[in-house]
């Protein structure tokens, strides 16, 4: 190593949105190099409301390499990080920080450690996909620390190794994973279809559902689906190539009909082979099933799609509508048969984008009380509300890829002593 001060800390820190599959990725064609059996695709949500920050250091004083998790230190051990830091060491290339008088060349990085430190703006517990924006950070922030030249689609490779959906996190608006054909993954990366002020009228709200079951993985359930359903294999040869054609057109075409119709089937088609499972596997919940029929119910009286749902692995409910107005109404209706708790906050039940309140009229707990049933229930059947059964509600949009944040008091480690600060 040139000749410098031994006692250097030199670090990145970067932010990346996180991302719900509007077609979704279930099932592997192998299990190391995290290979899908069919494309998907995705939307980046708004890293504002939600987002992983990692701040990634690099010293001469690092004896081996490090990483804390929401400020507690976690293993690095695992096949799926090991396989991310050697894919984007063996890409390093020289690195100069002429005013703090680093010199580190290439070949050095063999011989270098890392810190990590990583951090998700949303509740872990909450059972939103946070492997997706935390691996996707993870590659991005080291990626510049080690001035690795590879474009965003060759990163996504990398990212994919620790997990699938976070090759997806790597651009923002609407994402594909192209599934591709090699053994080895080179052409198995995520391509942006467009950016997020392509289609920025779109309103996402979350539901997240309280939930006391612990729910199957995702890697280890999509595994148990390829060893024993019938039913995936014709998805992935027949069905999804069909949609991902489809879903192309009505996102470039901001077609939200099509958009909605597609996006219901899919998440209904993932969940039904899940199902098809031996034994079979449950991710919604009641709680989800209401969700969705009262999105339905409301669709069907209006004659097109108001808004689409989609669920992942686990009960919350991810509900795009096709504009803030409709967005508007839905949370009237979410609202309805859903009210927070009655000693509940109103500004801790509705998060992220806490204007759409406004916009629903509703300011306290009893303009809650007061919203009439939606107009679509039959007057002869009798409403029920379910109190409690949605923990909070997050509203946001179509959001960004990944950025660095030059402003060092955002870094989450210290520069002196690279640890936690
Ligand atoms: C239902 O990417 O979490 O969210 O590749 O094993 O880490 P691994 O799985 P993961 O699976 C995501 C599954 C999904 C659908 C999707 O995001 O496309």
């Given at each position: ?174 994402v594909k994973w192209i599934m591709g054909k090699d053994d080895k993954g080179a052409d198995s990366i995520a391509v942006q279809l467009v950016d997020e002020n392509h289609w920025d009228e779109l309103v996402i709200l979350i539901a997240v559902v309280s939930s006391r079951q612990k729910e199957t993985s995702s ?129 801790s039940y509705i998060v992220g984008d806490k204007s759409i309140l406004k916009d629903a009229g509703i300011q306290d707990l009893k303009d809650v009380e007061a919203l009439p049933p939606p107009p679509e229930i039959k007057d002869n059947i009798p409403t029920q509300k379910y109190k409690g059964d949605v923990s ?30």
């Open positions: 190593m040139a000749e410098q001060k031994s006692s250097w800390v030199l670090m990145v820190t970067a932010q990346t949105p996180t991302n719900i599959a509007v077609i979704k990725y279930w099932g592997k064609r192998d299990e190391t190099l995290i290979l899908p059996i069919n494309d998907s695709i995705s939307v980046t949500l708004d890293p504002s409301h939600l987002c992983t920050t990692t701040t990634v250091a690099v010293s001469p004083q690092f004896t081996h390499d490090r990483m804390w998790l929401n400020a507690k230190e976690i293993s690095l051990s695992g096949g799926r990080y090991q396989n991310c830091l050697r894919e984007i060491r063996s890409r390093a290339s020289d690195v100069e920080d002429e005013k703090k008088g680093i010199k580190i060349a290439k070949e050095d990085w063999d011989n270098l450690h890392f810190h990590i430190a990583s951090y998700n703006n949303f509740p872990t517990a909450a059972g939103l996909a946070s492997s997706a924006a935390g691996f996707a950070c993870l590659v991005y922030s080291l990626a510049k620390l080690m001035n690795v030249k590879e474009d965003s689609g060759q990163l996504s490779a990398i990212a994919r190794q620790g997990s699938g959906s976070a090759c997806r996190s790597l651009y923002g608006g609407f890697t280890s359930g999509m595994r148990e689906t390829v060893e024993t359903s019938p039913l995936v294999l014709h998805r992935a040869k027949e069905v999804v190539p069909k949609r991902v054609i489809e879903m192309e057109e009505a996102i470039k075409s901001r077609d939200f009909p099509a958009f909605a119709r597609l996006t219901c089937s899919d998440s209904n088609q993932f969940h039904a082979v899940c199902l098809d499972t031996s034994p079979p596997i449950f991710y919604m919940n009641d709680t989800s099933h209401r969700i969705i029929s009262c999105v339905e119910k409301w669709n069907r009286s209006e004659g097109t799609p108001q808004v689409a749902y989609t669920f992942d692995a686990g009960p919350n409910a991810v509900l795009i509508a096709r504009n803030r107005k409709t967005a508007a109404l839905l949370l009237q209706r979410l609202l309805f048969y859903f009210p927070p708790q009655s000693d509940a906050d109103l500004s909070y509600f997050i509203c946001t949009r179509p959001g960004r890829g990944p950025v660095l944040l030059t402003d060092e008091s955002q870094a989450l480690l210290n520069p002196e002593t690279g640890l936690p600060k």
